[in-house]
Nanobody, 122 residues
Framework: QVQLVESGGGSVQVGGSLRLSCAASGIIYCMGWFRQSPGKEREGVASITKDFKRAYVESVKGRFTISRDNTKNAVYLQMDSLKPDDTAIYYC???????????????????WGQGTQVTVSS
């Protein structure tokens, strides 16, 4: 059983920063982050392979940085220059491949964390 435990969410002012962390029970090839706001579909934010190949949704490029530590089975999301539109519940996810990881209708099943709330006030 794959378990993902998230932390680091909170409230921040526009332009501020937060760092999300996710600890996994074992190493998985593809890990990343999704987010969901009330009334909106779940959105893929960023992914990273075991070999540190990264992908981002266009709206966060240049502001968010995903990283991982394979010795700790952990993945992180550094969020800078936060905007009100970034307000959402952020979910850590893991899958055996990253090819379709961020797509709305991926073919590969993911494991999910419990989610952590991020609120950006203006």
């Amino acid at each position: 059983q794959v378990q993902l435990v998230e932390s680091g969410g909170g409230s921040v002012q526009v332009g501020g920063s937060l760092r999300l962390s996710c600890a996994a029970s074992g190493i998985i090839y593809c890990m990343g982050w999704f987010r969901q706001s009330p009334g909106k579909e779940r959105e893929g934010v960023a992914s990273i392979t075991k070999d540190f190949k990264r992908a981002y949704v266009e709206s966060v490029k240049g502001r968010f940085t995903i990283s991982r530590d394979n010795t700790k089975n952990a993945v992180y999301l550094q969020m800078d220059s936060l905007k009100p539109d970034d307000t959402a519940i952020y979910y850590c996810a893991a899958a055996p491949a990253c090819g379709d990881f961020l797509l709305k209708s991926p073919r590969t099943t993911k494991f999910w964390g419990q989610g952590t709330q991020v609120t950006v006030s203006s």
